[in-house]
C-alpha cells in the first residue's frame, strides 16, 4: 500500500495512507465523546476534543517509531527500506529484500516490541512524576502507557506477520534450519490466531477483532507465496 510522503526518516520515505485519516478522525472521535469523558468526567467538549486530538496523534507516533525500530535494526544488517506506510492497522515498513538469515530476522523483528515497551516506559514514567493539576495529562500520559504495553504485548503473540510471529518462526528456523518449513509453520498459525479472532469479534469483542483477524488471514500466506516465488526465480536466474 503506498500513501503520500510527508517527510524522510533515516534515508526512509514516511507515507501516509489514505486510511489513515479515517482512523485518525476516529480514534479523536471515541477519545473525545468516550474514553476521556468516563476517565475524567466535568471537563469542557473543547477540551476532550483536544485532547482526543493529542493522543491519536501521539498514538500514531508511537507506532512510528515502532516501525523505525524495526527499519533502523534492518538498516544495520544492510537490509536497504524503502518506505514506512501508516494506515489504519498501524504501519507497515517496506523493505527491498527478504532477511538473510534467522538471526537478522530476529533482531529485526523483536525491535518493534522493545520499542513500545520502551514508549510505554517513559509514558509510565511520566504519569507518575511529572507534577500537574491538569487531570486529562496525566489521563493522556496514564492512557498512552497502557495502550503502548498492548502493543507490544499484542504483536509478542505467535500470530504471523505480526512480530511475535516473525520471532516463532526465527526460532523454528535456527533449530530446523529450514526457512521455507518454518514460514510455512508461522503462517498456518497466523491464519489460526486470525480465524480465532475474527470468530471472538463477531460473538463477543466487536469490530476491531474482526478487521485484525481478518488482516491476519489474509496477510499471513502473502510473504510465503513470496518467498516461494523468489525461489523460482533464483533457481531460473544463471549464475
Given amino acids: 500500500m503506498k500513501g503520500f510522503k510527508i517527510c524522510r526518516i533515516f534515508g526512509i520515505d514516511i507515507e501516509l495512507h489514505w486510511s489513515w485519516f479515517f482512523i485518525l478522525v476516529y480514534i479523536s472521535w471515541a477519545q473525545a465523546t468516550q474514553v476521556l469523558p468516563q476517565l475524567v468526567p466535568g471537563q469542557s467538549t473543547a477540551a476532550y476534543w483536544f485532547f482526543g486530538i493529542i493522543i491519536a496523534l501521539l498514538l500514531f507516533i508511537s507506532v512510528l517509531i515502532h516501525e523505525l525500530a524495526h527499519s533502523k535494526v534492518a538498516q ?23 532477511s538473510k538469515s534467522a538471526k537478522v530476522e530476529f533482531w529485526v523483528a523483536i525491535a518493534g516490541p522493545l520499542s513500545s515497551l520502551g514508549i510505554a516506559g517513559i509514558f509510565w514514567a511520566l504519569a507518575k512524576f511529572l507534577k500537574t493539576d491538569m487531570v486529562l495529562v496525566t489521563a493522556l500520559l496514564s492512557y498512552l502507557f497502557v495502550i503502548n504495553l498492548i502493543l507490544a504485548i499484542f504483536n509478542l503473540l505467535p500470530a504471523y506477520p505480526m512480530d511475535g510471529g516473525r520471532v516463532f518462526k526465527t526460532i523454528l528456523w535456527a533449530i530446523s534450519k529450514k526457512e521455507m518449513w518454518s514460514l510455512k509453520i508461522a503462517t498456518r498459525v497466523g491464519q489460526i490466531f486470525g480465524l480465532l479472532m475474527v470468530v471472538a469479534g463477531i460473538f463477543k469483542f466487536g469490530f476491531w477483532f474482526v478487521i485484525i483477524g481478518w488482516f491476519l488471514l489474509s496477510m499471513a500466506p502473502a510473504e510465503y507465496r513470496q518467498l516461494v516465488l523468489k525461489q523460482k526465480l533464483d533457481k531460473k536466474t544463471p549464475s
Fill in 76 to 98: 544495520l544488517f544492510k537490509i536497504s527500506v524503502e518506505r514506512i506506510t501508516l494506515m489504519f492497522f498501524g504501519g507497515v515498513a517496506q523493505v527491498k529484500e527478504l
